[in-house]
């Protein structure tokens, strides 16, 4: 706690400290002070290092500090990629490697190379990571300072590593150990076994990595390293776990856990806790072994690690497997059940996220693509530029030629004249060919765009609201033997009620993805008719009436005058259908969901109006806009992205007319939308646009 109050002071003081041009500019060991400062924050707090390291650049480059500012920006770049923000990493450490070569410094080309490498490595691209560190490895000489060599050597064994190159990467660990041995200090000494120790753990040589992870053991503990400490300390406890020597295991996880807690990295306490849960999973002791899987799954929430909750949620079902096999007790495959659910809903999750990541990075790429043949079309008319003024420097040659042959010249200036209004012709025909394509090419985008946001956005969708009530379908269905060997007649009533329920909702999710969709797309045709408005709103009425007395909800259809409409029936009938389930989906027992209409001026203004849960300011601001995050659930906890609302948005602007909510939230909600009036005038309006459209379709 005591570091996390230190980190916040020091920010404090950071953020009020006056800036560089009203104070005196500072020596060069005052930056490296602040720079050290920089590193031991990082182990602390990513975020707030990146804040240090960004203004130590900007106070750096105004004090001409130059390798100082090279330093802060190569390190700037590390903590982006140890962030996961893999683009803003190799934008600051391409631009810093291009400034040292502009300036010729072999050192720090060397410094930015290698640290190029590791970044390409942490995000598997292996072939760009090998081109930068091999080119790092080409720069060292005999004078070259061994941090850096070391650093070089120690990152390509850790790249080939990765790469499941083991023979490769014990043969960089290798060269560090015997050619270099006498000039590795302690801490590199430790990383070299620990490393090595870590490629014979992978390849399953558990003796080789026993002996060279007690080697690391001993030497981190000659320093004030508590992290590298602990790691240490975990891996051993790791391998003993392997190896089946689980007491020794145990006190080196309980070793590791202590000194990660007085440390504070919560990532690595749960770790620590999962391999204790896996120890006492292995003894079958499954009690202890649920303790700790649920405080690596607690710690796991708190961090927001999905792949650590996934990994907690498939020990539990394990252990709860185990549990109910040893004790037949059924309450152990529910909970055993549940946690498979989960763990299933989360793997899908994952999926759909590194689904939509490649689909982000594919989009980035054709991004790059396109600004780069506009960087190439752009050098292409600066070369018809350069191509003009040459022509034109000619021609002036050519004219002081004519001045000086009189008439036999001025037949050649004649000649280029015509020449060069050719030529002049051409170019603007082709820059006109040009823009043309640029424009269809600019349109053909935003088309292409819209239909990849409405597939992403349909599939968005279908993943997550579409599939959770047939996984519960499924589930339900699972159960449903052991409710009748058990004869839970009961239960099973219950869940074949839930299960109708769960029916509906897939059904009424199918009914506005399909509208929405063909919306969307374009692929929706109104079909406009003279009907009456009284007549849709009594079989909404009727549909819904044996839903709301279910849930104990008074349903009312207020009487007013008829109005005759002039619209698509369909699309009012599924506006009216989705404000009215809407309405009784987040209503409570004893509710009221009121149904009005009047004619107003040229249109018909139909209300739906609720003692609900109301809808907060800020989520009415983006009320009718589809989303697969934005979730709501209804009072038997129906869930809903606002699909249905989008349809009626949709629906009412083909209709000529508007949607409106006016809401309070534990008071209630009104949804209004008005729809023109039948009038001849607007028929015949509608039949000759009609018929236009049929005409400039031909």
């Not at 990571?129 to 060292?140: E, G, M, P, R, T």
């Not at 083991?166 to 290798?174: E, H, I, R, V």
């Not at 005038?681 to 236009?692: G, K, Q, S, V």
């Amino acid at each position: 706690m005591s570091r996390y109050i230190q980190i916040l002071v020091f920010l404090f003081i950071t953020h009020l400290s006056p800036p560089l041009g009203a104070r005196e500019i500072h020596d060069r060991s005052y930056f490296q002070t602040r720079l050290e400062q920089a590193d031991s924050l990082s182990k602390l707090s990513l975020d707030s290092a990146l804040v240090l390291y960004k203004q130590i650049a900007n106070e750096t480059e105004q004090a001409g500090y130059q390798k100082l500012k090279w330093d802060a920006k190569l390190n700037e770049g590390t903590t982006y990629s140890d962030l996961g923000e893999r683009d803003s990493a190799l934008t600051i450490l391409q631009t810093t490697l291009k400034d040292i070569v502009a300036n010729k410094d072999t050192i720090y080309q060397i410094k930015a190379l290698t640290k190029l490498g590791g970044c390409y490595s942490d995000n598997y691209e292996f072939e760009q990571a090998i081109n930068h560190l091999v080119a790092a490895q080409k720069l060292l000489n005999s004078t070259s300072p061994f941090d850096l060599r070391f650093n070089v050597l120690n990152t390509l064994g850790q790249a080939h590593k990765k790469m499941k190159d083991y023979s490769s990467a014990l043969t960089y660990y290798g060269q560090l150990a015997n050619e270099y041995f006498y000039q590795l200090d302690d801490l590199e000494k430790f990383f070299v076994y620990m490393n090595t120790g870590n490629v014979y753990a992978e390849i399953n040589d558990l003796e080789s990595a026993e002996e060279l992870y007690l080697k690391a053991y001993s030497e981190i503990q000659k320093l004030d390293e508590p992290e590298n400490l602990a790691l240490i300390t975990y891996n051993l406890g790791n391998l003993y776990f392997k190896q089946g020597k689980y007491s020794t295991s145990i006190e080196y996880a309980q070793k590791a856990l202590e000194r990660y807690t007085n440390i504070g990295k919560q990532s690595s306490i749960e770790l620590a806790n999962r391999l204790l849960g896996a120890i006492q999973y292995r003894l079958g002791n499954y009690r202890r072994a649920e303790n700790y899987y649920f405080t690596a799954l607690e710690i796991a929430r708190d961090i927001q690690n999905p792949n650590s909750i996934k990994a907690n949620y498939k020990n539990l079902f394990s252990t709860y497997r185990q549990m109910a096999r040893a004790n037949s007790d059924n309450s152990f495959y529910e909970k055993a059940l549940d946690y498979q659910g989960a763990w299933s809903e989360l793997n899908d999750s994952l999926y759909q996220q590194n689904l939509a990541d490649r689909v982000l990075e594919l989009e980035k790429k054709y991004e790059t693509d396109k600004k780069n043949a506009q960087i190439e079309l752009l050098g292409k008319e600066n070369q018809l530029k350069a191509d003009e003024l040459l022509l034109e420097r000619q021609n002036q040659k050519f004219m002081m030629v004519v001045i000086g042959l009189l008439v036999m010249i001025m037949g050649v200036v004649l000649y280029f004249m015509v020449y060069y209004r050719r030529v002049n012709a051409q170019l603007k025909r082709q820059s006109q060919l040009i823009f043309e394509q640029k424009e269809q090419i600019s349109s053909q985008n935003v088309q292409l765009q819209k239909a990849i946001n409405t597939q992403n956005k349909l599939f968005g969708i279908i993943a997550h609201d579409l599939r959770s009530p047939l996984v519960s379908v499924s589930n339900f269905v699972r159960l449903l033997n052991f409710y009748i060997r058990d004869g839970r007649y009961d239960s099973i009533t219950r869940m074949a009620k839930e299960m109708d329920r769960k029916n509906e909702q897939v059904l009424e999710l199918t009914d506005n993805l399909l509208n929405w969709a063909r919306s969307q797309s374009g692929g929706l045709k109104t079909r406009m008719e003279r009907f009456s408005l009284n007549e849709i709103l009594d079989q909404c009425y009727q549909l819904y009436l044996p839903i709301a007395e279910r849930k104990e909800i008074q349903l009312r259809l207020l009487d007013g005058n008829d109005c005759q409409l002039w619209a698509d029936r369909d699309m009012v009938r599924t506006i009216c259908r989705n404000l009215v389930n809407n309405a009784l989906k987040f209503t409570p027992q004893e509710g009221t969901v009121t149904i009005s209409y009047s004619c107003e001026g040229n249109n018909a203004r139909i209300s739906v109006r609720d003692t609900g849960m109301g809808i907060s300011p800020d989520r009415q601001k983006r009320l009718f806009n589809v989303s697969k995050e934005d979730v709501r659930y209804g009072t038997d906890g129906e869930k809903s992205s606002g699909l249905g609302l989008s349809v009626c948005k949709e629906f009412c602007d083909i209709l000529q007319g508007k949607i409106e909510v006016e809401s309070t939230e534990d008071v209630g909600s009104t949804f209004s939308f008005t729809i023109p009036l039948y009038s001849d005038e607007l028929r015949e309006l509608t039949e000759w646009r009609e018929a236009a459209a049929k005409i400039n379709s031909l």
